[in-house]
């Protein structure tokens, strides 16, 4: 195995007893945790609760996905894509450390920065590729950016950032870019 598949596995099996070992001693008792086990991102349940605060700022929506993560999972198998998972979260952590990232989906996440100026988010973007990358890990992103008057602005920049996203995969992977919201 080359350097990237056993720094993976190395992750997943790490993981795979941390979580052995937390249920065995019962310390995830709350039925929806606010931190992603296996990526040490936000939840949904965190996002929910997180929301006000992105009322009234400039905010960076970016919802990202793993290239062909499916496939992967199929041809390497699980306890190899909970590295990737593991991977990805680490770098979305170091990428945009004052952000919120969550884990959106199985393999979908949702980056949301607020008060980043355009120039400072891209260039978190271009990083987190590169991280991603050097992993062997491929995605695409639509992110879209602008300033929020309430809650259903916010719920739109996502629908928004979602929609480029699918765009962009049409066009093959590997894609991502941001635009101001409309």
């Not at 099996?13 to 040490?40: A, F, N, V």
């Not at 992967?72 to 990232?101: F, I, M, P, Q, W």
């Not at 259903?152 to 101001?180: H, P, Y």
Request: hydrophobic content about 30%; some cysteine.
């Amino acid at each position: 195995m080359d350097e990237t598949v056993n720094g993976v596995v190395r992750r997943a099996d790490k993981l795979m007893y941390d979580h052995k070992w937390s249920r065995k001693h019962h310390l995830d008792t709350d039925p929806e945790p606010e931190i992603d086990e296996l990526t040490g991102l936000k939840t949904r349940s965190a996002l929910r609760k997180d929301f006000e605060s992105f009322v009234g700022v400039l905010l960076h929506v970016m919802v990202l996905d793993l290239d062909g993560f499916r496939e992967l999972n199929d041809k390497k198998g699980s306890t190899y894509c909970d590295g990737v998972l593991s991977a990805a979260g680490e770098a979305l952590t170091e990428c945009y450390g004052g952000c919120s990232a969550y884990r959106y989906g199985s393999d979908e996440f949702l980056v949301i920065g607020k008060d980043d100026p355009e120039q400072d988010f891209a260039k978190a973007c271009e990083k987190t590729g590169r991280m991603l990358e050097e992993s062997g890990i491929s995605f695409s992103a639509g992110y879209v950016y602008g300033t929020t008057k309430d809650t259903q602005v916010v719920r739109s920049m996502i629908a928004q950032a979602e929609n480029m996203l699918q765009e962009d995969k049409r066009g093959g992977k590997g894609q991502f870019r941001g635009k101001e919201y409309h």
